[in-house]
């Protein structure tokens, strides 16, 4: 008998049901709401959170939608995105997307809902379903500025990379499923042990759906060599929109992830059951992420391709906790991903609110910030300290989980190499503290961002540095999050 | 015990950093009382702790002021531990002595002054807990946190090239200190249960690791700690940082920073890996020949006053790794203790010396002056000081630190040459000192060109006087220094003879 447990899908509905709200508000009120239709997208992102607390876990339609622990952990994550991302565009929203206010801030809450609807994914076609759902509003808004050529060569590139590696994974899914009969992860890993078990090897096909899974969700985590499209559209997509991008779709591509491999192909992480082993493919793309997104940052001089280099380095150690496969490897992917929230959201940001102020992107343009907006600055510096893995900041005992994590599985090399490349990060990172705080050249305006930027920049500083310090919360529910996979 | 004194030691000046923050931008009278007075009481519970660890405690090897281990971070079990015992107590005092001089001697700082003090503080807290933590996790955390305040105090204070510096000095002490971690986790992950307590991995590590873990390990920290010492080849980014740092800051760069890397291999590299030490004697003493020798060459070569002191501390630092080498000798390693406190008092007093005359005659070029006894003897009188137990004169600390590394290892087996040869440095050490003495001080004075320089004033002969008194105290009668770590000294030897 099918069960319709719908109450542990209540958060999604109501946030599908405010999104549409939002929509008919902006409506309804003529568009001339230019500050409330923003805060009333963010109480529908702390309601949905509220409701989130009340109803989480159990399984419904029977194993496709699961509310466990690790989904559960990263809908807070999305939920904090969205709140953050919607709080920094309280700026535009006054004037650079004065006609569409409504649909702007109603299609960040319906891709936020699409990245739920993922992390709760426990089948491939939900899972599928939940990425699309994230990525067609996305095509939409990172094209935003419709007047602005930047902006819409970036949506016309990510809607058909998207496109096409959404192809590509679908195929990968589709593979998977001629293969084990089924479409639901846990069984699928049954079935495939018991091939393995019959056959003493799986052959070509599995290999094929191991790639072409890899290569599709690798594009959703601009993964290289993945990753082509990421610096142009994090460029020329409205800032919030990136750090969305950057955090929240990210972070769902990689709950997505890891059902489909540290859950679902356990058992081909290493060469014991599998001709190929992904563990060492993962390995080998993570290491040349780290290698080249640092080495590419070094170079540029427009802070968003900076972070976009950046994060494409961020989730190259993120996968580092990936191929370690282990209770502490997932919760450390899961406690990273947390940390990062903060930290790259509070850069983006700091980046949207200058760039609202000055019009101006250039790394350069930054000389002199901490005369003229002294928190700002120094707020900055802790975002810039913590995604370079300084001490005692969140972003270090992010980086110190994966690393042990990495090392426990025996990726010595690997470790050494992202350390290595941490090293070599510090350089760009510390390159935007130098132009704030060491420039004697002051260009940069005094800034004083309005409330809900303000509110954003608190909350990003005050999560870095109060869990920096005390992990132990949020480290404990990352640990849980690595029990629904039953190492 | 119950008073946690190491805890105010750390957290006092976290809490002056604090308070600094939110002092009013246009008070800087008032930012620079208040940092001093929260750097003034570390420096009194410094001397307390050391009176207290000389009376009560220095009987034992055993950790005093011992607080936790506390639970911290479970997941890794990372705790908060924190003691101290004869290596540390004398650095903590060190510490606590020369951040409150530096900071008297920064209250010449116009620039931005609330945040250099702020950072200041924050610095001081790192070093404290640097040489309280005794958990690898709070001891990297504390490690690491130094960087940035050392990092914003070069960079924004500094001389000309100040960002190269700045950066240059982060840089290649992150890239240090990332082997550390690797070697962290690689110990932790081979004990069993796993543990970062440092008291634990020294009692057993040498058990659970192989030979070749242990050169591993060993191999790993020591790239950390050479790079603090810094151990040549290691040394490229010292000349850059201490000369563009601004005069406080290479008082502490030169006085306690340093001191970390040596402070790390007595704490954990050598109780740690004996075999490793054991392998590696002759290469780690040959290493501080060469820093030794090298060091005081270059210092010979120097046009510039600050970087003839900054190359000397190369040389200085030196004489503690030939120490190092011969690990069996606890006069050798007493007089690498030896060497650390008394390296750490004459160089700093040194800079900041370098740092009064700059900031009157904004040159620090040797051959721009000649003379200077005559027009500025109380200058003349303390640099003449300074430079003399710089070169180990009889009576001054750094001669009663050089003659037991020299005694130490020239007793330890199959060094006889490398002590030897390590015994020239003196006479080069000697050499540029007095050369500079000779042509800054003494010779003819150019009365047009500096007829305007005037005399130290009463704050800075203030600020330089402890470290004088304490530089002929020790000198001339070291036993209560010695007598402090004995104990703890004799068990280190006996721990790496296992």
Redesign the interface.
């Known amino acids: 008998m099918p069960d319709f447990n719908i109450s542990i899908l209540i958060p999604e509905i109501f946030l599908f049901i405010w999104a549409l709200f939002i929509f008919a508000y902006d409506l309804g009120t003529k568009r001339k709401n230019p500050k409330q239709i923003g805060y009333l997208a963010m109480i529908g992102v702390v309601v949905t959170a509220i409701l989130l607390y009340l109803f989480h876990g159990g399984i419904t339609f029977n194993n496709m939608f699961q509310s466990d622990q690790l989904a559960t952990f990263f809908k807070v994550i999305f939920l904090g995105a969205a709140f953050m991302a919607i709080g920094a565009s309280s700026d535009i929203a006054v004037e650079k997307i004065r006609n569409h206010r409504g649909e702007y801030f109603g299609l960040v809450l319906l891709s936020t809902v699409g990245m739920m609807f993922l992390s709760s994914a426990s089948e491939l076609i939900s899972l599928y379903v939940g990425l699309e759902l994230t990525t067609v509003p996305l095509y939409i808004l990172v094209a935003y500025y419709k007047d602005d050529r930047t902006s819409v060569e970036a949506g016309l590139k990510y809607l058909i990379i998207g496109a096409f590696s959404s192809a590509i994974l679908l195929y990968g899914l589709s593979l998977l499923y001629g293969l084990t009969g089924t479409t639901d992860i846990v069984v699928m890993k049954i079935n495939l042990s018991l091939l393995f078990l019959n056959y003493g090897k799986i052959g070509p096909g599995l290999i094929m759906a191991i790639v072409m899974v890899i290569a599709g969700i690798g594009f959703k985590l601009a993964l290289v060599p993945f990753h082509m499209w990421a610096p142009d559209v994090y460029q020329g997509a409205p800032t919030p929109i990136t750090a969305l991008l950057s955090v929240g779709s990210k972070a769902a591509g990689a709950v997505a992830f890891m059902r489909i491999f540290v859950n679902g192909l356990f058992g081909f992480a290493d060469k014991v059951m599998s001709p190929l082993d992904w563990g060492i493919i993962v390995a080998v793309l993570a290491a040349g992420g780290v290698v080249l997104g640092n080495i590419m940052a070094l170079r540029q001089k427009n802070i968003k391709r900076m972070l976009a280099y950046s994060s494409i380095a961020q989730i190259g150690y993120v996968m580092i906790g990936m191929v370690a496969t282990s209770d502490l490897g997932v919760a450390s992917v899961s406690f990273y991903m947390f940390i990062y929230l903060f930290a790259n959201m509070g850069a983006f940001t700091v980046a949207t609110v200058f760039n609202d102020r000055t019009g101006s992107d250039s790394i350069r343009s930054y000389a002199g910030l901490s005369k003229s907006s002294p928190a700002l600055a120094a707020f900055m510096a802790v975002f810039m300290l913590s995604l370079a893995g300084i001490p005692p900041l969140g972003g270090f005992v992010a980086k110190y989980l994966v690393f042990a994590a990495g090392i426990q599985a025996g990726y010595l090399w690997l470790v050494i190499l992202a350390l290595l490349m941490a090293v070599v990060s510090l350089y760009y990172y510390a390159n935007v503290i130098k132009m704030m705080y060491f420039s004697s050249e002051a260009s940069a305006p005094r800034i004083v961002p309005p409330f809900a930027i303000s509110l954003v920049l608190a909350l990003s500083v005050a999560g870095i540095i109060i869990f920096g310090l005390f992990p132990e919360p949020i480290l404990n529910f990352a640990l849980d999050t690595a029990k629904v996979f039953a190492f | 015990m119950g008073f946690p004194i190491l805890s105010y030691l750390i957290f006092i000046p976290l809490a002056g950093f604090v308070a600094v923050i939110f002092l009013p931008k246009d008070r800087p009278q008032l930012i620079r009382w208040t940092s001093a007075a929260f750097s003034f009481v570390p420096f009194l519970l410094s001397i307390y702790l050391t009176y207290q660890y000389y009376f009560s405690y220095s009987g034992s090897s055993a950790m005093a002021f011992v607080e936790g281990p506390f639970g911290?971070?479970?997941?890794?079990n990372a705790n908060y531990y924190l003691g101290a015992d004869g290596i540390s107590v004398p650095m903590l005092f060190l510490t606590g002595l020369l951040s409150f001089v530096s900071i008297l001697a920064s209250f010449n700082i116009v620039n931005r002054v609330k945040e250099y003090f702020a950072f200041f503080l924050l610095l001081e807290t790192g070093m404290m807990g640097v040489f309280c933590a005794l958990d690898f996790?709070l001891f990297?955390?504390f490690w690491?946190?130094m960087?940035?305040p050392m990092?914003?105090l070069i960079?924004?204070w500094g001389g000309p090239r100040?960002?190269y510096a700045?950066?240059k000095f982060?840089?290649y002490t992150?890239?240090g200190s990332?082997f550390m971690?690797?070697a962290i986790?690689?110990l932790?992950?081979s004990s069993n249960p796993h543990t970062l307590n440092m008291m634990e991995l020294i009692q057993n590590a040498p058990g659970f690791l192989t030979h070749g873990m242990q050169l591993f390990c060993f191999a790993f920290f020591f790239i950390a700690f050479a790079i603090k010492v810094p151990v040549w080849p290691f040394h490229t980014w010292l000349p850059d940082a201490h000369v563009e740092a601004p005069t406080a800051v290479s008082v502490i760069l030169a006085g306690v920073l340093l001191k970390m890397g040596t402070y790390g291999m007595l704490r954990v590299s050598w109780p740690m890996f004996p075999e490793a030490v054991r392998f590696f004697s002759l290469p780690i003493a040959l290493l501080g020949l060469i820093a030794i020798i090298y060091g005081a060459l270059v210092s010979m070569a120097q046009k510039d006053l600050k970087k003839l002191v900054a190359y000397s501390s190369v040389s200085h630092m030196g004489y503690c790794m030939l120490a190092l080498g011969a690990w069996s000798s606890v006069t050798a390693i007493t007089g690498c203790m030896f060497q650390m406190f008394s390296h750490g008092l004459i160089t700093g007093a040194l800079f900041l010396m370098v740092g009064m005359l700059y900031d009157r005659a904004h040159t620090r070029e040797i051959a721009a002056f000649g003379g200077l006894g005559v027009k500025i003897p109380v200058y003349t009188g303390l640099m003449v000081l300074f430079s003399m137990a710089a070169l180990g004169l009889p009576g001054m600390s750094g001669f009663v630190s050089e003659i037991m590394v020299f005694i130490g290892s020239f007793s330890f087996p199959g060094f006889k040459l490398v002590t030897a040869l390590a015994v020239i440095g003196v006479v080069l050490t000697a050499g540029y000192m007095l050369r500079m003495v000779q042509r800054m001080f003494l010779g003819e004075f150019d009365q047009g060109k500096w007829g305007g320089l005037t005399e130290i004033n009463v704050r800075e002969i203030l600020t330089v006087a402890p470290l004088a008194l304490l530089t002929i105290v020790v000198g001339v009668y070291p036993a209560p220094l010695s007598n402090l770590m004995k104990a703890t000294l004799e068990n280190l030897v006996n721990l790496m003879a296992r």
């Not at chain 2, 911290?72 to 890794?76: D, K, L, N, T, V």
């Open positions: 911290w971070i479970s997941a890794i996790f990297y955390v690491e946190v960087l940035v990092y914003f960079g924004v100040k960002e700045a950066i982060f840089l992150l890239f990332i971690l690797v986790l690689a932790y992950f």
